[in-house]
């Protein structure tokens, strides 16, 4: 790596992912559901007490929720519009129609005093994403998801080893869905899985996931042949995913808790620029323990951003923003509609820049970056 240069983003490697996948070949594993995506559909099963079931992306898991909650054309999902397309897709792709709501000032979650206003007679679902791996409240959404009989599915794409309350994201909805792309915590390059909550789910689940067949059923010798049995695809990864990914995960722990002290040390050192009212740092409820997925700071406008990226491309800094709103793009205008004005998501996305965070990033490294904030700001 150019010492000039930082990255917005470096893939961490543990160590043990060559070895991992070199012995998958030598086994003659390189299909779906082998020895390590047994090792990897355990580890996520204790992280979040529900039955997971491995996928090639969280597009995929995502898609796969909305299969299993029988999405028709007409059906509408409440979501944000402060998010990746993906969140949208999913239904999209079954003809629902996503209805976005306004997020939050503080965590940039979704509003949840929002959504009673947002549902009609067609409402289905709930989509909260856990913004930057910070939870939304859970609590009054899943309260609200209960009283008007709608399912909820945690875009949890950003949260591994995050929590609310102390229960982990992904496991609060009826389903959930995580990333293990190379931008998130802990990587596989692609790939995801899926979290399912609701017992009612398991099975049809799996059928879904294997191309719409009981192949599942019958490798666990409960059936003595699979056939076609319902809708599907194929939404799992081969073996060398989930050997990547294994390794990935039996360091989940250290990775966090390395990103942590970095997200601090950006926090300690950039809250004096936010006494004095020329950025606003990340805000982390006190009943939410986040992960440290990225490291944002919110500008006082979208001039005052651009500057500041200008300043980070001159130094060869790869900071950026983020989401494009959904609802302001011209798929959202075509196949979803908005719920009440979008002040705070449309604000948001014009002020904010998201700063270089990643396992290995050094404290010189960080003291470039903020050194770049302050000259620019003060």
């Known amino acids: 790596m150019d010492d000039r240069h930082i990255p917005f983003n470096w893939p961490h490697l543990t160590g043990k ?17 082998g020895p390590f995506t047994k090792k990897c559909h355990a580890w996520l099963s204790e992280q979040t007490g529900s039955k997971t079931l491995l996928t090639h992306s969280c597009t995929a898991a995502l898609e796969m929720a909305a299969l299993l909650l029988d999405i028709e054309p007409g059906d509408e999902i409440i979501m944000p519009s402060y998010t990746f397309v993906s969140t949208a897709n999913a239904f999209v792709l079954r003809g629902g129609v ?67 309350k102390g229960r982990p994201l992904g496991s609060l909805g009826d389903l959930g869905a995580f990333s293990f792309h190379e931008t998130k915590n802990v990587i596989s390059g692609e790939g995801g899985a899926l979290i ?65 002290r970095c997200w601090s040390r950006y926090h300690d050192l950039l809250a004096d620029l936010e006494a004095k009212g020329v950025l606003r740092r990340p805000c982390v409820p006190e009943d939410c323990d986040h992960n440290a997925h990225m490291y944002y700071i919110l500008l006082d406008t979208k001039e005052a951003r651009d500057a500041l990226l200008a300043k ?23 196949f979803g509609r908005t719920s009440g004005p979008l002040e705070i998501t449309e604000s948001a996305a014009d002020r904010l820049l998201r700063l270089p965070l990643w396992f290995g990033l050094t404290e010189q490294q960080q003291d470039r970056v903020v050194g770049i904030v302050k000259a620019e700001l003060c």
């Open 17 to 33: 992912e060559l070895e991992y996948i070199a012995e998958s070949q030598s086994k003659g594993q390189l299909a779906g559901d």
């Open 98 to 164: 996503p209805v976005f709501v306004d997020v939050r000032e503080d965590t940039l979650n979704l509003n949840e005093t929002l959504l009673e206003s947002a549902m009609t007679s067609r409402t289905r679902a709930i989509v909260p994403v856990h913004y930057a791996g910070v939870a939304c409240e859970m609590d009054t959404i899943l309260s609200i998801a209960s009283q008007n009989g709608l399912a909820v599915v945690e875009d949890a794409a950003q949260g591994i080893m995050a929590t609310y």
């Open 312 to 334: 980070f491309r001159q130094a060869d800094v790869a900071s950026v923003f983020h989401y494009v709103p959904l609802h302001s793009s011209p798929a959202g205008q075509r």
């Open 196 to 260: 399912v909550n609701s017992p009612a789910l398991e099975g049809r689940s799996e059928i879904i996931r294997e191309k719409g067949t009981d192949r599942s059923r019958f490798f666990r010798g409960e059936v003595d042949k699979y056939s076609w049995q319902d809708v599907g695809s194929s939404f799992l990864p081969g073996e060398i995913i989930a050997a990547f990914l294994w390794a990935q995960l039996e360091k989940a722990r250290e990775i966090t808790d390395a990103r942590l």
